[in-house]
């Protein structure tokens, strides 16, 4: 009985090392596959599932450099659009310059043809005067003339009076020639600085105008700048979830 009852014992001893060792191989080869095994059949660490973990990071990494990528170029781009933004302003402020000086000069012109117009006014009014006094003059020495012819060459008072109203006449004569000059350079001047007025008035609106497409010109380029910076602040904000995704799943070794 002895002898029987220790057989059996040997032999059950034999038959769990045997489904011990099966048990074991079979976890070996499930954990090869993705599943879990470790001493005495309990959970451990999956075989491969580091070469998982670098492909996911790996992934990841590349998701985030094309993120980052459209991300780098909507800043690139913000950047460039606030530069010629700035750009675009200081252009509109030196047309606006520009306009201001055309309008100085302008009103400049149009008060020195004022003062032409009173200047050629005032010259025409002294010619008519020389122009009275030369005719009055030379009737006064037609007069004596007729008194001398009259009297006879022996009256020396009569020559001396004629003599007297013939040089008034010369000189009445020398100052209506020289009144007439006068407005002559006052008319000259009086159209060439019409002709001035009427040149800086045709610049002065098309400086105008250019003024103001330079201001249009610049509040576009202020809007586009604007609106590529909140781009580029959203493009930052959410780069993560924008990348090219490229999925690991059921990756191993």
């Known amino acids: 009985a002895a002898t029987s009852s220790g057989l059996t014992a040997q032999r059950q001893a034999t038959h769990d090392y045997e ?7 079979a976890a ?3 954990g090869g596959h993705g599943g879990g095994f470790g001493a005495g059949g309990k959970g451990g660490f999956s ?3 580091g070469l998982k973990t670098i492909a996911q990071g790996s992934a990841e990494q590349a998701n985030n450099a094309v993120a980052n990528q459209h ?18 302003v200081g252009s509109a402020a030196t047309a606006q310059a520009a306009l201001i000086g055309k309008h100085i000069l302008v009103l400049k012109l149009q008060r020195d043809v004022s003062d032409a117009h009173v200047a050629l006014q005032g010259e025409l009014h002294q010619l008519e005067q020389a122009e009275r006094s030369a005719i009055a003059a030379q009737q006064t020495a037609d007069q004596a003339q007729q008194a001398v012819n009259a009297i006879g060459v022996a009256a020396n008072g009569a020559q001396g009076t004629l003599a007297h109203a013939q040089q ?26 019409t002709q001035q007025l009427h040149a800086a008035q045709a610049d002065l609106h098309a400086t105008q105008e250019a003024a103001q497409r330079a201001e249009a010109a610049a509040q ?3 809007s586009n700048a604007a609106q590529a910076a909140e781009s580029a602040a959203a493009a930052g904000a959410d780069h993560g979830g924008n990348g090219i995704g490229v999925s690991v799943d059921g990756l191993s070794g």
């Not at 004569?173 to 007439?180: H, I, K, M, Y």
Request: overall charge negative; glycine content about 6%; charged content about 15%.
């Open 168 to 193: 008034a006449a010369e000189e009445s004569g020398a100052e209506l020639g020289s009144q007439q000059a006068m407005v002559g350079a006052a008319k000259q001047r009086f159209s060439s600085l």
């Open 47 to 49: 075989a491969g599932s």
């Open 28 to 30: 070996i080869d499930i």
């Open 220 to 222: 576009l380029a202020q």
């Open 71 to 88: 991300a780098a170029a909507r800043q690139a781009a913000a950047a460039a659009k606030s530069t010629l933004a700035q750009a675009a």
């Open 19 to 25: 489904v011990s060792e099966t048990e074991h191989v």
